[in-house]
DNA sequence: GAAAGTTTGTGAATGTGAACACAAGTGCAA
DNA sequence: TTGCACTTGTGTTCACATTCACAAACTTTC
């Protein structure tokens, strides 16, 4: 199974486990059953095995995994081993939530730009970024960050985009709820809060 | 094919659906074919076909389907034909954000509601809404409401969220990165923008 | 009103991931 | 050393979702 295709849901799970064992380092940890890792998850127990056959082989039979290898292994696969930049466009009330936020770091992620149009805004600081003119959205070329978060008003977001794959952005966070068209190569993640609350309704 | 299970697929689909007939009506559009939804969506034309057709037949082959009726179909599928009152907890920077956003009425969701633990935050008014102490979390069982909307530290979220779910909350919006543990007929749609962010590198 | 052009609705085929069951590896106690 | 309790890794089975292909329904055109 080793080299076979991965599935999506596999990749989609490793960050919950990852969650996991950082939680599991922190309270002094080091070894941990795939049914330990599984309760913390809300998975069952084989779908973590599973998940992790796809790899290779982790754990030890009658022991479990090591925390701390299991972590550095799904850091690897999941290319979180060295540090990924993103920048932040729109520093509205959201995205001045997400700039503000100090749980990225642990994931090696960093937002190292923020930008915005207006010009009250230009210059000021949050979560320790300052904030640039979206006009000089090119900068970003320079900067080397592959990621982006996408904060601005719907109408105006595809504008927005279009620039930053132009200057190396690989994968892009989107918040608007507006479907992105970018090369296929480009990597999109919708959040649309409005739809996952509207969800609800239907399963209560 | 009408009274089978519904994937649940296409129940996470419809509110898509329903975002881009807002869309259409807005323009004035009047009638919309399954090609036409499929592109605004991002899907294939035969999906949208396939998750109509486990409802009944909602258009008239050469011609499509009408937009208004087709959302009020999809509204009560949804439940969304009636308003819905949701609660928000932890008035914070991404508490703040969800409450300042106005996008919500068109799916009659109303938050009516916010708790905070923080004095200096009590009393004051966020997006419309007077923030109340966290205290009185009871008082939601007067309110009539059953979605809730989780921003507090993950740290205090299971706390908050067990006195929800007794006075009568059955749909809850997480936004920590913590499990919650609630009884079997409580939904909880869990979004963690740290994990999103986190899966982006693998695939860039 | 016949023919050509659209578009729907859905059974059947295909693909994918979840669930299961169990062999095999490990640690421990006697 | 043996037996027991525990845990992993994975081939197989099963359930569900996507994809396809096409008949049937409708409109438009001439
Ligand atoms: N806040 C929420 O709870 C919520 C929920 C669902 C969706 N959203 C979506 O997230 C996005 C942001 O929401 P928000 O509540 O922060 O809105 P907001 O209006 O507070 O923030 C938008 C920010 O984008 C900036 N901006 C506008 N045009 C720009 C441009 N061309 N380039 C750069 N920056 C520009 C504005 O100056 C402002 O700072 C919106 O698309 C909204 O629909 C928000
Ligand atoms: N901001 C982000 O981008 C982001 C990203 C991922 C996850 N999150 C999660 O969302 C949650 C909120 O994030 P935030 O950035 O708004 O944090 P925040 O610290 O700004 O807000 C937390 C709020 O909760 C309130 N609070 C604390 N204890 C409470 C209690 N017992 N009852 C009621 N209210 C209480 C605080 O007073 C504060 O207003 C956190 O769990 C965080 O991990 C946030």
């Given at each position: 199974?080793?080299y076979?295709?991965i599935?999506?849901?596999?990749?989609?799970r490793?960050?919950?486990?990852?969650?996991?064992?950082?939680?599991?380092?922190?309270?002094?940890?080091?070894?941990?059953s795939?049914?330990?890792?599984?309760?913390?998850v809300g998975?069952?127990a084989?779908?973590?095995?599973k998940?992790?056959?796809?790899?290779?082989e982790?754990?030890?039979?009658?022991?479990?995994y090591?925390?701390?290898?299991?972590t550095?292994?799904?850091?690897?696969?999941?290319?979180?081993?060295?540090e990924?930049?993103?920048?932040?466009?729109?520093?509205?009330?959201?995205?001045?939530?997400?700039?503000?936020?100090s749980?990225?770091?642990?994931?090696?992620?960093?937002?190292?730009?923020a930008?915005?149009a207006?010009?009250?805004?230009?210059?000021?600081?949050?979560?320790g970024?300052?904030?640039?003119?979206?006009?000089c959205?090119?900068?970003?070329?320079?900067?080397?960050?592959?990621?982006?978060?996408?904060?601005?008003?719907?109408?105006?977001?595809?504008a927005?985009?279009?620039?930053?794959?132009?200057?190396?952005?690989?994968?892009?966070?989107?918040?608007?709820?507006?479907?992105?068209i970018?090369?296929?190569?480009?990597?999109?993640t919708?959040?649309?809060?409005?739809?996952?609350?509207a969800?609800?309704?239907?399963?209560?």
């Open positions: 199974m080793r076979a295709r599935p999506d849901q596999t990749i989609r490793l960050p919950l486990y990852l969650r996991a064992l950082f939680l599991m380092a922190e309270q002094g940890q080091t070894e941990v795939s049914k330990d890792l599984s309760e913390h998975v069952h084989w779908q973590v095995r998940d992790f056959s796809f790899f290779g982790f754990g030890r039979p009658g022991v479990g090591q925390v701390s290898w299991l550095d292994q799904i850091k690897t696969i999941l290319r979180l081993d060295s990924k930049k993103a920048v932040l466009v729109g520093v509205g009330n959201l995205g001045a939530a997400v700039l503000s936020f749980g990225f770091n642990k994931y090696n992620l960093t937002i190292i730009a930008f915005d207006d010009v009250n805004k230009i210059g000021q600081t949050v979560g970024v300052e904030i640039r003119d979206v006009a959205l090119d900068s970003v070329g320079e900067l080397n960050a592959t990621l982006a978060v996408i904060t601005v008003p719907g109408q105006v977001a595809q927005v985009v279009d620039p930053l794959v132009n200057v190396g952005i690989r994968g892009i966070l989107n918040f608007t709820s507006c479907r992105l970018v090369p296929d190569q480009i990597r999109v919708n959040i649309d809060i409005g739809m996952d609350l969800s609800l309704p239907y399963y209560i």
